[in-house]
């Protein structure tokens, strides 16, 4: 990918060009400066470092890289930080853009980084954070090349306070791995299993001592969703006071609602849900009466309030399965050509924003029927600024959905929420929660 921030030595990363934060003068000091002489051969490169002389603060020259698995070595002189206010961000900004005009000079195709001055220098980590990133995405909107990142250590890659705070309190509030269970429950098997195509949707309370098993191949905690039958009786459950189901009917300790379809149709009390036709909902218990056909079932039972539980009858609108597959709608390539459309946006300016190289984005513009990896589908929605439900619609087209056991969605629905779509500023947050980042 075009970006990237990894864990590492940079003596260790192969690109062909590494930067080293550099002595002005002909001669290595501590830290990143004498990692990189000893690495590559500290004689044969000091006699080449000689030959440059003395380099400027702001400035970079270069030499090869000898041992190091790189063609050349950027050197550059970052500033002692003093206060803030004597041009020390400015000349860390300088470091970076010396060193890229350096490296494209060369014709290279990739660079490796560190995070300049922050070490002996004493540049605040945070702003420094800043100013690589703020570079490099300026770059990479205009020219093609590999970037890293190379933090050696995650404690000297430090967020702004307010932003690692903030993304961290989202975090709190909305990572619940029982959501994650309960919501969005990814196997097929879990999510659906039709008994002639009802389902009834309850709650327990408490323990169930009577409870039906599930069935044998299901094996399930006692607090996750399943879905299963007893004596010819489909039924599901849901154990969570506030899991945004409906109830139907008064469910206590280890009662379930069920719905026997083989002749009978049951329904619960009247609690305000809707009836079926033909079916009783008066009294206490429950009352047989005629089956009802399926299409009202789908209209009066199944219209939104109880899609949202991913249990589900196959409904299908009338006519043949051409007439059915003619309603598709776009696919997830379609919509997004349809979006950068829409937006008024250039190819090139879509998968530079999305963290992708030209290659990969050549595939998908090929394919009608690309599958997409799900970080790809989010980089996208970074890229075109797409609001919550836009980004859902695409992940949905994709076969995905935002998930609130998932960091990673945690994370990129924060900086949605917030406007973040520097995709660089995104995946260095990504990076600090030790998360995937984004792109390809």
Known sequence: MPFQII????????ADAIVNTANPKPKYADG???????????????????????IGVGQAAVTPAFALPAKYIIHTVGPVWIDGSHGEADAVRSCYRESLKLAEELKCGSIAFPLIATGNYGFPKDLALQIALSEFSAYLMTHEMDITLVVFDRSAFELSGRLFEDVGAFIDENYVDEASAKEYVTSEKRRRRRFGGIFLIGRRRGSAKNAPAPLPDEELEDDEPYIGETEGVAFSRRDSEDDGLPVVGNVED????????????LQPPDNGMPAFDGISSAGAGYEAGPRPDAASVSESFFGGQVA????????????SLDDLL???EETFQEKLFSLIAEKNLSNAEVYKRANLDRKHFSKIQCNREYSPKKKTVLAFAIALHLNLDETQDLLQRAEYALSPGNKVDLIVQYCILN?????????AILFKYQQPVLGA
């Open 32 to 54: 990143t400066d004498r990692a990189v002489y000893t690495a590559a051969g500290a004689e044969q490169l000091l006699e080449e470092r000689k030959k440059i002389g003395e």
């Open 7 to 14: 864990r590492n030595d940079i003596t260790k990363v192969a």
């Open 326 to 328: 003619r309603t598709q």
């Open 308 to 319: 949202a539980s991913g249990v589900k009858p196959s409904t299908m609108p009338p006519g």
């Open 419 to 427: 406007k973040i779509y520097d995709i660089i500023e995104v995946n």
């Open 254 to 265: 280890g009662d379930f609602l069920a719905s026997h379809i083989e002749s009978n149709s």
